[in-house]
């Protein structure tokens, strides 16, 4: 008998190509996913050590993170950004590798198309020069973002060298209550282990709770695992998982599908197997969470209040959650509930899916965002949009009174021009509310697709609840 | 790449846990093609007002951080994003090492392969670091690559660790890609065992 081995383990052993003493192993790469922003430098890389990529039939390159939202009529008005998409279209051409494009039917952010098409699949290796990349592992999929010298690496020789992570076990059990979602299964685990507390980790997220989520709703919850620290999170896969993926154009088909089926269904966890660290998570206990600070751990539930720096013993963390409240503009021991928002932003690779849209608008369905509210609305894919437009879902939206945009990053990030003005705040399913990341001097709060909805609404922070 | 030689220098201190890497570099400065001029955008947003003067107050506008090749910072350093503009940035700017009680891991494994060297210490010695340079903002530190070791002001040499690999690779100044690309056999090995899952060039 071997020794019994998690899911991430299985992955890595079926991967390594070498492992030598004192030298980090050599991994193999499955698939490469490619977009504008990280990737310039290491074609150039590539070109100037007069190198070739290995395998362009495992890449698959999109642009998502400066493409505008408006309409794909209209052309890239940033010059900048406009530069950094045609280099990325020119650089696939040069180098053989297909492309989502600008105007491609396919195009979206990178790790909703993964999926989407079927590229994704349980069991392999995913990297891409993103940090969320950790999206793909609800497949089972051991999947990591890169840098940029990195990605170069992969191109190069289809291999990364990696030290063998931590494996952490995230056990999240019993029903969640209505209004509470998988987005706030997620924020709750950040803000109790901390935005450091999977460093150096994989984490394996199992348990009942898990086990009754959709794909997408799996996806959000691998997709913020780099806001723990994790590079990585797993799902390991079921029934759930293989319905998802059959008939995607890039799932194995006919034979192919038996074979794969019956590998993939040795993935999962061998019983006994051991783990470096363990949580578990009571999620009937589970309310919908937001964020109050400039971190993703700074959570708390929709009806906490505001905690207090001067209970923090740590001076340092003190510190930081004093400069956090400042620059957040937030009183110490008030609640949430009540306060005027700005801007609501649905969209993004944690929340931008056709679940997420839908959520949103069983929500906003017969009412109206309230007026002092800009609302936007990002699919995360050409296809989510059509899929939504086929459902009637952007009729809901325009009706209440959002903004109906193209697929992209759009203000997750805030490099195509949507973004927030210095001061405003937004209640945004999107995964970062660091400093300015939606806009310089913009303030943001993280929640789930119903809590934005039931916000955007009222026009304050809102517990989706009173509304459902 | 150039080698990692021993140093001495001031220090930048920033007394903040958890700095993302969209604070080392704002995400508006990444629709670049190149790696020149994020230097001058490193911590933009502390380090300038909105109409672009240098805030004052900020330690890297500070006289006694002009020249620190060293930045002090809180625990959790460069989590976020994996950009590796953050590591392009911090050496552009002229740093050559950060110390903290810990790094997030996309962060660390960019700077290694930049000639950027994370300095993981003890909370202990990293509280300490913060009170010393409270009293001396002008004092030195010395990094020593080779013995692995951090020397404080008043002579104690503070041990760290550093993987052994990427240690050796920012000594000799050699990148990992040729390392990986001298694996040739191996890799044309795995790829004859192992049938690939998809084609992206075929559906
Ligand atoms: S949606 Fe946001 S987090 Fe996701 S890939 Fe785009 S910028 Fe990154």
């Given at each position: ?468 | 790449m150039t080698k990692f030689t021993a ?89 050559r090492a ?13 700077s290694l392969k930049n000639g950027l060297l994370p ?24 990094v020593d690559l080779e013995?692995c ?13 550093v993987d052994p690999f990427a240690r050796r690779c920012l000594l000799d100044g050699v990148d990992e ?27």
């Amino acid at each position: 008998m071997t020794r019994p081995r998690t899911i991430i383990e299985k992955v890595w052993d079926a991967h390594l190509v070498s492992e030598q003493p004192g030298a980090p192993a050599l991994l193999y790469i499955d698939l490469h996913l490619v977009h504008e922003v990280t990737s310039p430098q290491a074609f150039d890389g590539l070109r100037r050590r007069g190198l070739k990529v290995r395998r362009p039939d495992l890449t698959q390159a999109t642009v998502d993170h400066g493409t505008p939202t408006t309409p794909r009529t209209l052309p890239i008005l940033d010059q900048v950004a406009a530069a950094q998409v045609a280099r990325l279209e020119a650089n696939c051409r040069e180098f053989g590798i297909p492309c989502f494009g600008f105007l491609s039917d396919k195009q979206g952010v990178v790790h909703v198309i993964g999926p989407e098409q079927g590229l994704t699949q349980p069991g392999m290796t995913v990297v891409c020069g993103d940090s969320h990349t950790a999206t793909h592992g609800a497949f089972g999929a051991l999947a990591f973002g890169i840098g940029t010298s990195e990605v170069e690496m992969v191109l190069a020789t289809q291999c990364l060298p990696q030290r063998r992570s931590k494996t952490f076990k995230v056990e999240v059990n019993g029903a969640l209550k209505p209004g509470v979602s998988a987005k706030d299964i997620i924020l709750a685990l950040i803000a109790r282990i901390g935005v450091g507390g999977g460093t150096g980790c994989v984490i394996e997220y199992c348990g009942s709770t898990i086990r009754a989520l959709s794909m997408e709703e799996r996806m959000t919850v691998t997709n913020m695992s780099i806001e723990g620290g994790a590079r990585a999170g797993m799902i390991a896969p079921d029934n759930v998982t293989y319905q998802y993926l059959h008939g995607r154009p890039f799932a194995p088909q006919g034979a192919a599908w038996e074979a794969a089926l019956e590998r993939w269904r040795r993935l999962p966890t061998d019983e006994g197997a051991a783990y470096d660290k363990e949580i578990s998570i009571d999620a009937a206990a589970l309310e919908p969470m937001i964020t109050f600070g400039t971190n993703p751990g700074m959570g708390i539930p929709i009806s906490g209040a505001v905690p207090d720096p001067a209970a923090v013993a740590d001076p340092l963390e003190r510190e930081t959650l004093s400069k956090a409240l400042k620059y957040m503009a937030l009183e110490p021991g008030k609640p949430l509930l009540g306060r005027p928002i700005d801007v609501v932003f649905v969209g993004s690779c944690t929340n931008g899916r056709l679940a997420d849209l839908r959520a949103a608008a069983s929500v906003l369905k017969g009412r109206k965002v309230n007026p002092r509210v800009r609302m936007l609305v990002v699919p995360g894919s050409q296809p989510v949009k059509r899929q939504a437009e086929a459902e009637g879902l952007d009729e809901i939206f325009r009706a209440a009174g959002a903004e109906w945009r193209e697929a992209g990053c759009s203000m997750c990030i805030a490099m195509n021009g949507d973004q927030l003005e210095p001061g405003q705040y937004s209640v945004s399913t999107s995964n970062r509310n660091f400093e300015g990341r939606q806009g310089k001097g913009g303030r943001t709060l993280l929640a789930s697709p119903l809590t934005a909805a039931a916000s955007a609404v009222n026009g304050v922070i809102s517990d989706v609840r009173t509304l459902l | 790449m150039t080698k990692f030689t021993a140093f001495e220098s001031r220090v930048a201190a920033l007394p903040v846990d958890n700095v993302d890497t969209d604070q080392i570099i704002p995400a508006r400065f990444l629709k670049t093609v190149s790696k020149e001029g994020l230097g001058d955008q490193l911590f933009f947003d502390w380090r300038y007002d909105a109409g672009g003067s240098p805030k004052p107050d900020f330690v890297l506008n500070t006289p006694e951080a002009k020249e620190a090749r060293i930045l002090l910072a809180g625990d959790n350093f460069g989590c976020g994003s994996s950009r590796e503009h953050a590591p392009w940035a911090l050496t552009q700017y002229g740093f050559r090492a950060v110390i903290s009680t810990s790094f997030a891991d996309i962060f660390k494994q960019n700077s290694l392969k930049n000639g950027l060297l994370p300095i993981v210490v003890p909370r202990q010695v990293h509280a300490e670091l913060f009170a010393m340079h409270a009293r001396d903002p002008r004092m030195t530190l010395r990094v020593d690559l080779e013995a692995c070791t951090l020397t404080l002001p008043d002579g104690r040499a503070v041990e760290f660790p550093v993987d052994p690999f990427a240690r050796r690779c920012l000594l000799d100044g050699v990148d990992e890609l040729g390392w990986i690309l001298q694996q040739e056999a191996a890799i044309a090995a795995f790829e004859a065992s192992h049938a690939a899952p998809i084609n992206t060039l075929g559906a």
